[in-house]
């Protein structure tokens, strides 16, 4: 039977869940800068009040729709991490493809991603946006430093510090993200999308397969 405190966290995360939802359609019309707080109560038909009794900033519920997101991360990337008869870097190949195409479909998104790496975005921040959206990356973290532990027992990547490669590898999916905007803001000349994620992705295969190509030249 369910008990009165556990209906009034059903009740708070359904109310929260159709803020989230309210939300998710106003940035993805208007963008992040043209939206406001009131127009998010309006689609949510809740008071603005209501809005800031479950999000402390609209930088802070923009920023807890990763959630969804990450949701979404941690049940793609733990079947590709659970695939064993699929070599370690082909894997790591399969999760960098899902995440870049991800980016391309779901643009607005993947500019929350990168909000969050701001500076004093923190002071704009719940607790509870904080731990949620921690907890999901360090899942996803978790998923891609495994796919490299199974290259570095396998032999495919040379041994070293797992976390190094995975922070590698996130600096490189955002600096894909960010070189692609600012290109195409500024009309600058370069590679375009995919190119850049072909690029970046055979710059961390090579670090990683580093020491076999060594040994492979010695051999030689």
Known sequence: MTTAQERKQQERTARRRRIQRAARTVFAEKGYAKTSIEQI?????????????YFRSKEDLYVSLLEETLDLFDTELRQIRARSEVSAPER???????????AATDVEASRVLRLISQPNVRSQLSDEVV????????QVREHLGAIVQDGMASGQ????????????FWCLLLGVLESNDARSNLDL??????DLTQYAFAAIDTTLRQQELQEAHQAA
Request: aromatic residues 12%; hydrophobic residues 40%; positive net charge.
């Open 41 to 53: 109560a309006r689609e949510a038909s809740l008071s603005v009040g209501a809005i800031y009794l």
């Open 92 to 102: 790591l190949r399969n999760a960098w493809s899902f995440l870049t195409q991800w």
């Open 131 to 138: 731990e949620s959206v921690g907890k999901g990356l360090a």
């Open 157 to 168: 990547y040379r041994r070293g510090a797992t976390q190094p490669m995975v922070d590698l």
């Open 189 to 194: 000349q370069g590679a375009g999308y995919n």
